[in-house]
């Protein structure tokens, strides 16, 4: 049984690594974005790593956003306009592309339906 839990807990805690990186490549990669990864990190270091949680959630920079996420489901306003400017630019170029029908116009569709949950969520 405590060989399950510490394997469980390696598993937990190599997704919050994952998450993480991912998150810190969105820092510097246009289009791929930040906060939902470091969400992911702060919710995988919650079973498997609490002292990643804390210091995501006490981060002077994303603490705040991932703890309105957490308290209220809260996406930023100037985020919302950032996601949503990035589906557009996505969309026109998926729609420009030689990709085959269903996902030029399946991908756009899908985008806005993220879109449109995205501005249902409260701003604060």
Known sequence: MRLAAAVLRLLWRAATVLAL??????????GLPTVPFLL????????????????????PRYGETIRRWRERRAIPRNAKWAATGMML???????????DDWLR????VLLLCVALWLWRCPDH
């Open 40 to 59: 992911l990190a702060a919710w995988c270091g919650g079973r498997g790593w609490p002292a990643i949680e804390v210091w995501l959630l006490k981060h």
């Open 21 to 30: 990186l991912l998150g810190a490549v969105g820092l510097v990669l246009p």
């Open 89 to 99: 630019l996505s969309s026109s170029i998926i729609v420009s592309s030689a990709l």
């Open 105 to 108: 116009f399946g991908l756009p």
